[in-house]
């Protein structure tokens, strides 16, 4: 009776240890860390230091660590504003070299920021962007970006942040950081004379003027020689037709080369003052942007002299007709302005013929990457005339940059793009 106890204990010790064992085999099977006795040096299981490492980068921004964590533990990283920032626009995109790396949370400095975390590109783990007509502040070190992240694997996880747009306000204006991820260099004034052609003799000065179009910047120069007058559209137009005459004062002035805005532009030699004419008309209307040329004109001054000479190029519009989303008006008339409205199509992203806050949310939604409801981009940017209306602050490409000016615009902070 004695050794049958005794049996029936050691049996059930045996069955005690037996599942416990199994417990661990289970356990291990899910990637739980299993420590290896005090007194070996060896790792059976090798599941042991089972740690990642987070090599964070940006373009901008440093980096901050929460810890390095364990395999399948939350592990944070924060990108930390590297000056005091009063941020007006800000469009980011996050990179992964390791895909094992999994994205578990995010959150950035303001509430407006518009996330995207759908990719086709492994590689991108997340994008955004905001615009905000009231600057937000951002103290020196204090996080731009927070990010939790999650492994199964153990490694090295490379990661790196561009900031693609950042736009600030500043005491003198609202200045741009970064453009197409690249810090932006300050403005600097160009030096005097950088051809290195300065006399006191043979001197002459080139003047554009237009009854419509800015004066083209005066010409001063110590050789005489071939220069540009480029008379560049002072606001948006879709031009219908257009017809004009370019005369110049004094006869050491010839016409080298000339373009228009459209090829079709049909163009007749001038004689005496007038150095040439054109006339367009079209059924469909050719896109102008403010700041673009309407005439380029390749002066050639043919004779030199020992005193200062000068010589203006006048571009008078006689008759221009224009499309608006009010319909035809007539601009120029006998070259006279006879419409003194302005003329705006762009920042009207939707095409609804008004600018309004549905084009800036249209806009964003495309920035961030957003697809409509057949996988297609909100924005077709093969579309020209599409892209030259959200193109706002026209630098020929579509970021918060234009939402910003378009979110002016509706607020009445800007009259015009």
Sequence with gaps: MKITKISAVILSLTLIVGMLAYSTFAASAKYVPV???EDSTEDPTGYCEETYNILSRSNYCYTD?????NVNELGTVIYRAPEDL??????????RENTDLELVNYSS??????????????QVILKGSMSSLSPIFVEKDEPILNLGFLSETRGNYDLYLEIEDLQVHTESGDIILIQDGELVEPQTEPTQNPTGHCTDEAMYHLRGESNYCPDTPEFSDWDFGTHTLDFVAPEDLEILSLDF?????IGITTLYEYSAFSDEMVYEPGKDNVLLSGNFTSLSPVLVMKGESLLKAVIHIETSSDTEVEDIVCLIINNMTVKTADG???IFKDGDRVDNNPIVFVGDVDKNGKVNIDDATVLQRHIAEFTDAEGNSIIDETDTETVKRADANRDKKLSVLDITEIQRYVAEMIKGF
């Design 65 to 69: 660590y929460e810890g390095i964590p």
């Design 86 to 95: 009063e941020i007006v626009s800000f469009q980011f995109a996050l990179y």
């Design 109 to 122: 400095f303001t509430r407006q920021m518009a996330f995207n975390t759908k990719f086709d590109d492994e």
């Design 245 to 249: 005459t370019l005369y110049h004062d």
């Design 35 to 37: 420590q290896p006795p």
């Design 328 to 330: 035809e008006r007539v």
